[in-house]
């Protein structure tokens, strides 16, 4: 494995790599003593370290060895009082908060794998929505460079060792006295019969505490900044209004065969046959805008030769506690059709909506776009409810 790594394989191959080691007492430990005897190339170094972080893992001689090799600093700064205010105020007069924005979507950083904005994102973490309105940038700052000495109590986690050497860390999701429920930096809950376990120990935060070292100082002040924004009255408040936070995107080789194959206004089969593997989560911005530029750089991949895709599937979800009408309402509903679970939904061209009745229980909105017909880079999509209508219902937020 560590001879593999060496010789730079992909994203992909690599994560399948280290899973292994993750999952079994001192294993990572071996592994970095085989790597540290290879020269290994700084960004195949880098995307170790990634997925590494990405797992919610800082293992200290695996992260050690590969923040050597990838020209990087493992350890976070120790700033004093003094230090920590300056650069407090340095977060102030020169972040930006909408390029910080940007750089919390980074896929490298993998925030929204454990934080949610607006309801939206991971859940290992604590929702960030509000938390530049009741956190000082000085504590946001060492939440960053140093999470574990910041930690919540209700996402303290828990490293547990079983009795054939495996070894789970996460946050109890839930536990009695036959098995705990580990939710991992992934999201993904493991279920351990307390029969099995030979250790627990408290464990660390699962935000590694090296993410600082992927960024530029510049970076740095405009994540912070950004983090601060959030809940403040501005760009960055806590909406109340119903808008879509959590979009699945269809595949970019099953949206293209579906565009070839769809008939009119009937829904393409694909999007209802497909697989939950087939869909992706996508996350608006903090005011709403799912952009739509990001989603096609993601569709131009390797699997489709490098060209941007031209039309985009998306799905949303909601749940219904009370029947009645309902109205989808659409910013600009240019290069937009769209479907209500599998009814096609008549789009107003003056006020870019369409108003229909729900009855109780799930709900899927689902929308194509097609993207040379649109004059806006950005989508924003809102579920609301006329006036008098007594419906009751929940847009699905989550991973």
Not at 107 to 125: Q, R
Not at 129 to 157: H, Q, R
Not at 247 to 252: A, G, N
Request: charged share 25%; net charge negative; with cysteine.
């Amino acid at each position: 494995s560590a001879a593999l790594l060496a010789e730079g394989v992909s994203g992909d191959d690599t994560a399948s790599l280290l899973a292994p080691f993750l999952v079994r007492q001192g294993a990572t430990d071996l592994l970095a003593a085989e790597l540290a005897k290879l020269t290994l190339p700084p960004d195949a170094a880098k995307l170790a370290l990634r997925h590494l972080y990405a797992a919610g893992r800082s293992d200290a001689a695996l992260a050690a060895v590969l923040s050597a090799a990838a020209g990087l600093n493992a350890d976070p700064p120790q700033l004093d009082a003094e230090q920590l205010k300056r650069l407090a105020a340095e977060v102030w007069a020169q972040g930006d908060p909408q390029r910080g924005e940007q750089i919390f979507r980074r896929a490298d950083l993998s925030c929204f794998k454990c934080h949610a904005l607006s309801g939206a994102g991971g859940d290992v973490g604590p929702d960030l929505s509000p938390v530049g309105s009741t956190s000082p940038p000085d504590y946001i700052i060492t939440s960053i460079l140093n999470p574990d000495l910041s930690i919540k109590e209700n996402y303290i986690t828990r490293s547990i060792i079983t009795d054939d050497g495996k070894i789970y860390q996460g946050i109890v999701a839930d536990r009695d006295d036959q098995r705990i429920v580990i939710k991992e930096a992934t999201g993904d809950k493991v279920t351990i019969p307390v029969a099995d376990v030979v250790e627990e120990v408290e464990g660390k935060s699962l935000m590694p505490k090296g993410l600082a070292g992927f960024l530029t100082r510049q970076e740095f002040l405009d994540l912070v900044r950004f983090v601060s924004a959030l809940g403040r009255p501005g760009d960055y408040e806590v909406r109340s209004q119903p808008t879509v936070q959590r979009w699945r995107v269809l595949s970019p080789a099953l949206a293209a065969d579906a565009a070839r194959t769809a008939a009119g206004r009937q829904l393409p089969e694909s999007l209802l046959t497909a697989a939950e593997s087939d869909w992706s989560p996508a996350y608006a911005q903090v005011r709403g805008v799912l952009p739509l530029d990001e989603l096609a750089e993601r569709g131009s991949a390797p699997a489709t030769g490098g060209a941007r895709p031209e039309v985009l599937f998306l799905q949303a979800e909601f749940e219904v506690t009370a029947a009645g009408p309902l109205e989808v309402k659409l910013e600009d509903s240019r290069g937009i059709s769209a479907w209500l679970d599998e009814q096609p939904l008549e789009l107003s061209a003056s006020s870019s909506s369409a108003s229909v009745a729900v009855a109780p229980g799930a709900h899927k909105l689902y929308l194509r776009v097609d993207l040379p017909q649109r004059n806006s880079p950005g989508l924003r999509v809102l579920i609301d409810k006329p006036a008098g209508s007594e419906a009751a219902f929940t847009i699905v937020g989550g991973r």
